[in-house]
């Protein structure tokens, strides 16, 4: 089946480690990106790409660092440098970023201790 | 800017009663406009969409219309069910994407 995968699910870190955040699609879609969602909040942009090999900050990058080395997969590490990165974070993908809808994974809540 | 105005929740109604959560936007250009819909620990899933003025989108009895006068993309339903109790994200596209604040609406039996 087509669709975004996020793993893990749930993830549990100590403070002050760096952890990593899978996000794979299948869709052949050429646009992907990661939102922060805390609770009874909205969607926070931190980073989206285009294109395999290029990336753009979104309004909360600090903290966090992508890559996009192949168009499938488009990981998220979550840095010590995150001053609160407790929530829930979740990928999406769209055929392109032009005004066509996104696909969203199920999610990952990191939880910091 | 862009951006997106989303009515502040919550939202509690009884079964089969009518839906409406307001939505209006601010953009340059002609974006497309979106509902996704997102239920406890999932990620957003599409509810319907619109692409220029005057579309409605459509779907599982939900309905939106596309209003550039007023720039707004009102979510309805005329007969709510427990079922449709979720968090309702208004979203604008584009070079990326802008949503709303979300509202939460709960439908009690």
């Known amino acids: 089946d087509g669709g975004i995968t996020q793993s893990p699910k749930y993830l549990f870190r100590k403070e002050g480690q760096n952890v990593t955040l899978s996000c794979e699609q299948n869709l052949n879609h050429d646009a992907m990106y990661w939102y922060r969602q805390d609770p009874g909040q909205g969607l926070r942009l931190i980073y989206y790409?285009?294109?395999?090999?290029?990336?753009q900050k979104g309004d909360i990058a600090e903290g966090y660092s992508v890559s996009r080395e192949k168009k499938e997969s488009f990981p998220l590490t979550v840095t010590s440098a995150q001053k609160n990165p407790t929530a829930f974070y979740l990928c999406?993908?769209?055929?392109?970023?032009?005004?066509?809808?996104?696909?969203f994974g199920q999610g990952t809540r990191l939880t910091v201790v | 800017g862009n951006s997106v105005t989303q009515m502040e929740g919550p939202v509690t109604l009884s079964e089969e009663a009518f839906l409406t959560i307001n939505c209006t936007y601010t953009a340059t250009g002609y974006p497309s406009l979106f509902w996704y819909v997102q239920y406890p620990g999932e990620g957003l899933q599409l509810l319907l969409k619109a692409t220029k003025a005057d579309d409605k989108g459509s779907n599982k009895g939900f309905e939106a219309t596309y209003r550039k006068e007023t720039t707004s993309f009102h979510l309805e339903k005329g007969s709510v069910q427990v079922s449709d109790s979720a968090v309702y994200f208004c979203a604008l596209g584009g070079n990326q994407f802008y949503f709303g604040t979300g509202t939460s609406l709960t439908v009690i039996p």
């Open positions: 790409s285009q294109i395999v090999n290029d990336f």
């Open positions: 999406a993908s769209s055929i392109s970023a032009k005004n066509t809808e996104a696909f």
